[in-house]
């Protein structure tokens, strides 16, 4: 298991550790020493962290495929948005589970994975048929400029940036955790081949950094609801009973 939050990573271990039919071998909080252990372990199944501190962990997903070639590798999110579950699925990850999901859906998760099958939540499936359907509209056209490969959420984070805000403020605006900031701030300096965040303030100002169309603000957000991958009556379902 790969990931830098201490609770979650103690919390998960601990629940995973009481499966009888699980051996968890190596509990790991940075991309190094997760690609060390993974090399000299060789492990079945890799629970990867979506927002590991600076690193793209779908970088990190492919760099574990690479080291350990039959292992399957599971990502854990709160909600990712659709381009990086794409991105995971090009780096080869054979099922996402998402963190508000019970012991059941992780541990039956684990073992479908582990016996050769590939898992997506509904919610995430949605995402992704979505992203299909547009990308078929807009096949043939030009490929846009960077400054257009920006998510909404990128934008938000860039807003907020401007606006002088901390990676922390800006987790706490945005209800995401820091390390999903971190990974979004990475992500903007990629795509506008930018260096600093005082860059991506000035390039918010300015409204493009000039080889791109400006940005456009974006309101924030509430999170979208979280799908569970229910067997019978679903969560709003059991709630009304309860």
């Known amino acids: 298991m790969i990931e830098d939050n201490r609770l979650l990573r103690d919390g998960i271990a601990a629940m995973l550790r009481g499966q ?8 790991a909080n940075g991309a190094d020493a997760a690609l ?13 962290d979506a927002g590991l ?21 599971i990502v854990m999110d709160l909600l990712p948005v659709q381009e990086d579950i794409l991105e995971f699925v090009k780096a080869g990850v054979s099922g996402f589970i998402l963190k508000e999901a019970t012991l ?3 541990v039956g998760t684990i073992r479908a994975v582990a016996a050769g099958a590939k898992v997506l939540p509904h919610s995430l499936a949605g995402m992704l048929f979505t992203d299909i359907a547009k990308r078929t509209v807009q096949r043939g ?24 805000l901390s990676n922390k403020e800006i987790a706490q605006r945005l209800c995401i955790a820091v390390s999903t900031v971190k ?11 930018l260096r600093t965040r005082l860059q ?21 957000s509430k999170p979208a609801p979280i799908l569970r991958i229910e067997r019978n009556a679903s969560s709003a379902e059991r709630r009304r009973h309860h």
């Open 53 to 73: 501190g600076d690193h793209h962990s779908h970088r990190l997903a492919a760099k574990v495929r690479e080291v350990a070639p039959d292992a399957r590798v």
């Open 141 to 164: 056209t030009p490929e846009p400029a960077e400054s257009e490969r920006l998510t909404r959420r990128e934008r938000e984070v860039i807003e907020l940036i401007s606006d002088g």
């Open 20 to 27: 009888r039919d699980l051996k968890l071998v190596v509990v």
């Open 200 to 220: 991506i303030a000035a390039y918010a100002r300015n409204g493009h950094n000039g080889t791109g169309p400006p940005i456009t603000p974006v309101p924030p």
């Open 104 to 106: 059941d859906e992780l």
């Open 36 to 48: 060390l252990q993974a090399r000299e372990t060789k492990p079945d199944i890799v629970l990867l």
């Open 183 to 193: 990974g979004h701030v990475h992500s903007i300096l990629e795509k506008l081949t």
